[in-house]
């Protein structure tokens, strides 16, 4: 009877030391350092003006990346529906009053630029040769124009991915600098003084890196994008002058009357 008295009685006692003991440490696992917000709130001034800095980055490229991605997709649904027309369109002049409604297609803006040369040349009654030149320069302008309306604000986001790690990086360089000068001045070097203000310092880096992903990761998928809506005003702008030698400025048409669709 004894021995089982000792026994449940050294029980309780090991029951009650495992609860003890657990408190402590529920208490440890959820420590107020961990909350992201309560650090950034903690951090020195410098390190949260470089916050609101990568923030403010962090915005703008979000608002570019959302624009060129609405950009960027009507100009490409509305060249191909404008390609389509323009190779079962059997007259240019229609096909100039309907590319009004294409007008985030960079192909039909260089066919109405090209097409109002057309005009300018035949009343002007250029001999042909001049004439095709006059035109082929006013195609490589409004090419060129399309190009760069294309590529704008593209570069913001290559400094954002180039710039932000390391603004971020220098964040977290003040505020170790500003950690360490405080563990001087209290002349204590253990774990628990120095693991919050590097820890909040640290933040700096992962919210620097959280803006220049996203940056880099668009910046070369729009820059692919532009490029191949660039190769096809380039095919488009051959084939429109190979057309015109062949089919209109040979006949000295005052006002062209066949599309490429007799390619």
């Known amino acids: 009877m004894s021995i089982a008295l000792n026994i449940l009685s050294f029980t309780q006692e090991a029951a009650q030391a495992v609860t003890q003991t657990a408190v402590p440490v529920a208490q440890a696992a959820?420590?107020?350092?961990?909350?992201?917000?309560?650090?950034?709130?903690?951090?020195?001034?410098?390190?949260?003006?470089?916050l609101v800095?990568?923030?403010?980055?962090?915005?703008?490229?979000?608002?570019?990346?959302?624009?060129?991605?609405?950009?960027?997709?009507r100009a490409n649904r509305n060249s191909n529906s404008f390609l389509n027309n323009f190779w079962k369109s059997r007259s240019l002049a229609n096909l100039y009053a309907e590319a009004g409604d294409f007008g985030s297609s960079p192909i039909a803006q260089i066919f109405r630029v090209g097409y109002q040369e057309l005009g300018r040349v035949h009343k002007a009654r250029l001999e042909q040769r001049t004439a095709m030149e006059n035109v082929q320069r006013a195609l490589r302008r409004s090419g060129m124009s399309e190009s760069t309306r294309l590529f704008k604000y593209l570069p913001f986001l290559a400094t954002c991915g180039n710039a932000t790690p390391f603004i971020g990086l220098f964040g977290t360089v003040w505020?170790?600098?500003?950690?360490?000068?405080?563990?001087?001045?209290?002349?204590?070097?253990?774990?628990?003084?120095?693991?919050?203000?590097?820890?909040?310092?640290?933040?700096?880096?992962?919210?620097?890196?959280?803006?220049?992903?996203?940056?880099?990761?668009?910046?070369?998928?729009?820059?692919?994008?532009?490029?191949?809506?660039?190769?096809?005003?380039?095919?488009?702008?051959?084939?429109?002058v190979n057309i015109l030698e062949r089919d209109l400025l040979k006949r000295g048409s005052s006002q062209p009357a066949k599309a490429g669709a007799e390619e």
């Open 30 to 50: 959820a420590p107020a350092s961990s909350n992201v917000i309560q650090m950034i709130l903690e951090a020195g001034p410098v390190v949260k003006g470089v």
């Open 53 to 73: 800095t990568l923030l403010i980055f962090s915005l703008l490229s979000w608002a570019i990346i959302l624009s060129k991605a609405v950009q960027l997709g």
């Open 175 to 240: 505020g170790i600098m500003d950690s360490f000068h405080e563990i001087g001045l209290a002349g204590s070097a253990n774990l628990a003084t120095v693991a919050p203000g590097i820890s909040e310092a640290l933040v700096a880096t992962a919210v620097g890196l959280a803006t220049a992903i996203p940056a880099v990761v668009f910046f070369n998928y729009f820059s692919s994008w532009v490029r191949e809506l660039e190769a096809e005003m380039d095919n488009f702008t051959a084939d429109f």
